[in-house]
């Protein structure tokens, strides 16, 4: 099962005590955000035996079963799958017994007798969340594939050893966990965020805020990387940076939000300033964050800095066109990549995965120009439909429905029969880690136009190299967003606003020069267009580097 959010969590409840696993079962039910999928054993034997049968988040445990006693069941769980949280559940005459299992690396323990929705959902949440701290901090799949692709670059341009160790890492990393009171008055949560800048050579760093429960510290650190060689490939004076905050926006009010904003705006003020580190919105992130950092920031100076933060409200010192920007540069860059395909794009048809900010706006962008749009899809369900889609009926159904679930004007697919639908242009616009070994062999676009940030794994990108499809990488295909966040910037700090047209003509003309950079390095030494964009980044950062020299 997906949520809306895409955030299920799966419990496995070990215990043989019926009227606990009812109790449990109420508890969880209402949950929206996440969502439990919730199983159950009677007996430590059934409950490894769904452990090895099924994914499993976390584990609830009774250490006292028909089969098992005390801290030997907790040992035997742990020893059967040992990356795998788990909360002990006692009752009151037992909990010397559950504190020694969490010494024994237990995450936590519950009493029965005390249970609550919120006790209990924060433990398994905290559990949960804790247990990633520990295994994916630096050491994530997407940290991994960032430096792998800056390695292969690094190989094939014969980069300084000097400079690629340098390069590898980011330079300065902001750990913060930070509270936040709920709307109800007593509950405070703590979570964490981060504030990655990868490099500061180029001048201020400059990147989005992310608010996803998947968000790590190794995630961010690879989206601060990428960060830093798109603004090196359109030649914008900014290092890369990037934040997060590790929780589901979704399942906040709204006044929930602007304090987690707030308190998470003054956590990182020490690092951020016009001429420091200027954050944007990302996933999850929007202007009225935006403002409400701005607002934040401004207050503790005592005057107004609309230059702290770009994607603002145009009212503020937002830039106009920004909050398209991504989505509309990746039609130019689309537009040049036809060109020089020779594809006609109203003779093509389109499918778009994501219909946040990138994905709506490129999927409208497109129909723009003619191109068929056969198929989007959002956290909830793909929709294709083979004759056509209408974008203002699709807006008009995302703005009431907010999802795109029960679209009735074609076919719910799956997004994963989404990605392989056959069609001239395929725009990946949600997540990373989408397009991958599993299922690259399967994709049947010509042109691939990545509006997410890391969509498609190394392994991947071979695949689809062979099969000759044309890929506009990440960090050319959804650079238009931060140029006209430099834009702002740029207009913020001269106090001087520009038009919607000067926008989008500046707009274009960087990224079409970026296209033709990318494209000529990749025909001259017959690389593949990642590479050769991710060498037209690194190479500017590498003089920058070696022009200022070493301090001391
Ligand atoms: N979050 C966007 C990106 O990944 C924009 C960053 C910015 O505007 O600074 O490129």
Request: net charge neutral; hydrophobic share 40%; charged share 20%.
């Amino acid at each position: 099962m997906n949520t809306a959010s895409g955030n299920t969590v799966k419990v496995l409840l070990i215990e043989d005590n019926p009227i606990h696993v009812g109790l449990v079962k109420t508890l969880l039910a209402e949950s929206k955000s996440p969502v439990f999928q919730l199983q159950f054993a009677g007996t430590l034997q059934a409950g490894l035996n769904q452990l090895d049968a099924a994914s499993v988040d976390m584990v609830l445990l009774d250490l006292t079963l028909p089969d098992s006693e005390d801290l030997d069941t907790f040992i035997r769980v742990r020893s059967f799958a040992p990356a795998i949280p788990i909360v002990i559940v006692t009752s009151l005459d037992d909990i010397k017994l559950a504190a020694k299992a969490v010494e024994a690396g237990a995450q936590d323990y519950l009493v029965k007798t005390q249970l609550s929705r919120t006790s209990l959902i924060r433990s398994i949440r905290y559990a949960i969340e804790r247990t990633r701290v520990r295994d994916a901090e630096w050491d994530s799949p997407m940290f991994r594939l960032a430096q792998r692709q800056f390695l292969k670059a690094a190989q094939f341009m014969g980069l300084d050893d000097n400079i690629r160790q340098r390069l590898l890492f980011p330079q300065r990393t902001l750990v913060v966990t930070l509270p936040f009171r709920r709307d109800h008055y007593t509950e405070v949560e703590t979570v964490f965020g981060y504030r990655v800048q990868h490099i500061l050579t180029m001048g201020p760093t400059k990147g989005g805020i992310r608010y996803h429960q998947d968000v790590s510290l190794g995630e961010v650190s690879a989206l601060a990387m990428w960060m830093s060689w798109k603004c090196a490939l359109v030649h914008l004076p900014f290092g890369g940076a990037k934040g997060g905050v590790r929780i589901d926006p979704t399942g906040l009010t709204s006044h929930e939000l602007q304090r987690l904003t707030r308190r998470f705006a003054t956590e990182i003020s020490p690092i951020i300033g016009p001429e420091k580190d200027i954050p944007a919105p990302d996933m999850g992130t929007n202007e009225r964050v935006m403002a409400w950092i701005m607002d934040t920031y401004s207050q503790e100076k005592g005057y107004t800095v609309p230059a702290v933060v770009t994607g603002k409200p145009l009212v503020l010192g937002g830039a106009r066109g920004r909050n398209e920007a991504t989505g509309r540069g990746v039609v130019y860059l689309i537009q040049e990549a036809a060109k020089h395909l020779k594809m006609n794009l109203s003779e093509c048809t389109a499918v778009v995965q994501g219909f946040g900010n990138v994905g709506s706006h490129a999927a409208l962008f497109l129909s723009e120009l003619g191109v068929k749009l056969i198929g989007v899809s959002d956290a909830t369900t793909g929709i294709y439909n083979r004759h056509g889609l209408s974008m203002p009926s699709l807006l008009e159904y995302v703005a009431k429905n907010r999802f795109l679930e029960g679209y009735p004007e074609g076919d719910q697919i799956s997004n994963e029969e989404l990605l392989e639908l056959k069609c001239d242009i395929l725009v990946p616009a949600a997540l990373q880690n989408q397009i991958t070994a599993e299922n690259a062999d399967r994709i049947q676009c010509k042109l691939l136009a990545e509006g997410a940030n890391g969509p498609t794994t190394l392994e991947a990108d071979e695949v689809l190299n062979e099969k000759g499809v044309f890929i506009l990488p990440d960090i050319l295909a959804n650079a238009g967003g931060v140029t006209v966040s430099y834009f702002e910037w740029v207009q913020d700090t001269q106090n001087y606003m520009w038009t919607l047209e000067e926008v989008n003509q500046r707009l274009k003309s960087i990224l079409k020069d970026a296209f033709h950079r990318t494209l000529n390095r990749a025909q001259k030494n017959q690389f593949d267009m990642r590479t050769a964009a991710m060498i037209e980044g690194v190479e500017r950062v590498s003089q920058a580097k070696l022009a200022r020299g070493l301090y001391p």
